[in-house]
């Protein structure tokens, strides 16, 4: 709660910012921000400025390459935050890859176990058995009677 709060003034400083310019600009809150899901107390707010039809063209395209500069320029006078901030949005892209490639693994696994259940569990082939996909080895047969 106490994270939403702040969200919700950084939004609503940018908006006023983005009014002195655009008397009808609207600013959003999205990305982990917005949903709730994001990583602790040091992670960013993504905003989206929203400008109605009218205002954009190319004299909004100018005013938006300004705050462009303005936004770099405080980057420059903060550098520990722009780079903790490229720190973290690299951060994020990785975990988004590592999820990316456990959920490619975990259907690998799932149509591998349906296979294996569609064909009664037997192996015919020694690479096609469990073990060689990163499984269990097979039992060993029970002793004769």
Do not use: Y
Not at 70 to 92: N, V
Not at 113 to 141: C, F, Q
């Amino acid at each position: 709660a106490e994270l939403d709060g702040r969200d919700e003034l950084v939004r609503q400083r940018m908006e006023r910012a983005m009014k002195m310019r655009w008397r009808n600009a609207r600013v959003a809150i999205f990305g982990s921000a917005g949903t709730g899901l994001r990583v602790g107390a040091g992670s960013d707010v993504d905003l989206c400025v929203i400008l109605p039809d009218e205002q954009r063209g190319e004299r909004a395209r100018a005013r938006l390459a300004a705050a462009d500069a303005e936004l770099a320029a405080a980057a420059m006078a903060h550098p520990e935050a722009a780079r903790q901030s490229s720190l973290l949005a690299t951060a994020e892209r990785e975990e988004r890859m590592v999820a990316s490639d456990l959920k490619a693994q975990k259907e690998k696994a799932a149509r591998l176990a349906k296979r294996l259940a569609k064909e009664g569990g037997g192996h015919d082939n020694e690479a096609d058995s469990p073990a060689a996909h990163g499984g269990p080895p097979p039992a060993p047969a029970p002793p004769p009677p």
